[in-house]
């Protein structure tokens, strides 16, 4: 099937008059010899949605880079418009008409919409000044003729990440882009507001715009796209209408194998309680609360998932249980220890912890791989250590590194490579491994899937239904309310830092969790 596919794709002959871009054998290596794409070739039909899906470490997002300009291939070629280009600058790409809207959403908080929108291409009046009227006259059209619901004087700071999505896209048409490129854009999105940018894509879609979509979430892939290229080990595995095809034979075209959707959570009945908050509060620097007389408790053997819109508090409760800021009032306590004024490392006795930033707070990129990997272990577990814990012993910290690689099919050229060296799949595979191999009773996970393809997350879900199995005690931060679904006992919603719901999942819907992200306790029926 894959290679009758790749003749398809392959073939360039005049006939295919509706092909937009081109990418005929490209081939990039990163040194020393990292092969990340090996002769593909795929071409981009005018007026498309078409997925771009694949593992970690599969080539997609180095695909990408080398068509937007921010990578140059070693071998091939790219025809865009029936123009052979090669963009030496994302700069360029925006100029010919190709955009890219990356997953680390980047705009000026302070800034409205429209001031946003135009930033470095703003229209200027004859002296010289910019032209306001001008401007959000241009900015307001745009979003009129998309049906974008954005309001032109809402401060970033002030609206929704969904809103802040729409924001970034507007910023590519206002440039007249007619190719968007969106690398997982629904990572951080509530079910509704997914629904709505789906419309709004599909209305640049229907105008003649060009969407080559990025997402690891397959249902979405299939619901929205009309072509799907899948990229295997950076080769081509094939390009397939979205139309027909089951999540099942998309995820075994991208690893080779069957993949599991539905819910291995078997029904247990949680021990003790292991972790409990009571009364927690917490005020930022502006007097703002940040969080409100929180109450929540996870048992033995039990797994909590918590939803709720990105910044509706979910952040200061990660920092004020791992210690990295203090309630104003309120207890923590781990395994019947209170915790609430322990300092990080004391807590690293009692808590697991995956962070959802593994650049900033999981890790360190330009540290090896083998030091981010022992990173906690090297002070609680004697055998990485010897005499009496003043020196490193090299020989076991490579050991365990091979064994978390193993575990966790982390894929790298070498353990002594720096980590940022690795895709980011990777480098959240091995913060993952590394905090799951820990020996504490409570686990925190923020967004522990978050960049990892379907075998990965299956393999990680398994993993954490093993630890709940042996009674371990999980919280789990996520914005994909499917995984919640899949592996959670109760469901916690945070809205504007307070717990507005705290419900079995059993008892509860996709859509009624849904509405209390986005309405607190007035989503209630």
């Known amino acids: 099937m894959s290679g009758s596919n790749r003749s398809n794709v392959t073939d360039s002959s005049p006939s295919l008059a509706h092909d937009l871009i081109q990418m005929h054998n490209i081939v990039k290596v990163y040194p020393p010899n990292v ?6 070739t795929v071409s981009f039909d005018d007026g498309e949605i078409h997925a771009l899906v694949g593992e970690n470490g599969a080539g997609k997002s180095t695909l990408m880079k080398v068509l937007y300009g921010l990578i140059h291939q070693n071998s091939g070629g790219i025809v865009f418009q029936d123009r052979i280009v090669r963009f ?6 925006i100029a010919a008409g190709i955009g890219m809207v990356h997953q680390e959403i980047v705009l000026v908080n302070e800034y409205t919409v429209w ?7 703003e229209p200027v009046n004859w002296l010289g000044h910019i032209d306001q009227k001008r401007a959000r006259q241009r900015v307001q ?3 009129d003729q998309f049906h974008f619901d954005l309001d032109l004087d809402d401060r970033v700071d002030d609206i929704s990440v969904a809103a802040r999505q729409k924001v970034e896209i507007l910023k590519l048409l206002y440039r007249k882009v007619s190719v968007l490129i969106l690398d997982e854009p629904t990572a951080v999105l509530t079910p509704q507001e997914i629904s709505q940018l789906f419309v709004e894509l599909r209305t640049l879609r229907d105008k003649g715009h060009t969407i080559i979509f990025i997402s690891h979430r397959l249902e979405e892939v299939l619901a929205l796209s009309d072509r799907v290229t899948v990229l295997r080990k950076g080769r081509l595995a094939a390009t397939l209408p979205a139309a027909g095809m089951t999540r099942g034979e998309l995820a075994e075209l991208m690893v080779g194998r069957e993949v599991l959707f539905t819910s291995r959570r078997m029904p247990q009945e949680p021990g003790e309680v292991v972790f409990a908050i009571k009364g927690l509060c917490y005020e930022d620097g502006h007097g703002r609360m940040r969080l409100k007389e929180i109450n929540l408790q996870v048992c033995a053997g039990e797994l909590v998932g918590v939803a709720g819109v990105e910044g509706n508090g979910q952040l200061e409760l990660v920092n004020a249980i791992t210690g990295l800021l203090q309630p104003a009032r309120g207890t923590i306590c781990v395994a019947g220890e209170d915790v609430t004024s322990a300092s990080v490392l004391e807590r690293r006795h009692y808590i697991a912890y995956v962070p959802q930033d593994r650049g900033r707070m999981g890790g360190s990129l330009s540290a090896s791989v083998i030091e981010n990997s022992i990173m906690t272990h090297h002070r609680l577990n004697a055998q990485l250590v010897r005499w009496h814990g003043l020196l490193l012993d090299n020989s076991a910290a490579r050991r365990f590194t091979d064994r978390l690689a193993e575990v966790f099919a982390v894929r790298m050229p070498s353990r002594s490579l720096p980590l940022r060296s690795l895709s980011g799949g990777n480098q959240q595979k091995v913060i993952l491994g590394r905090e799951l191999l820990l020996d504490s009773p409570f686990v925190l996970l923020d967004q522990p899937t978050r960049g990892l393809d379907v075998g990965s997350i299956e393999y990680v879900h398994d993993q954490m239904l093993a630890m709940r199995s042996v009674g ?3 919280l789990m931060i996520s914005a994909n309310l499917e995984e919640i679904f899949m592996l959670a006992d109760r469901i916690v919603v945070l809205y504007r830092g307070e717990i507005v719901a705290d419900v079995a999942v059993e008892r509860t819907s996709i859509e009624e969790i849904g509405r209390y992200m986005l309405m607190g306790k007035a989503g209630d029926p």
Request: glycine share 8%.
């Open 115 to 121: 001031e946003n929108i135009v930033l470095g291409a």
């Open 472 to 474: 371990r005690a999980l």
């Open 88 to 93: 030496r600058s994302p700069g360029e790409a």
């Open 141 to 143: 059209a745009i979003i």
């Open 35 to 40: 092969l990340a794409l090996d002769d593909v």
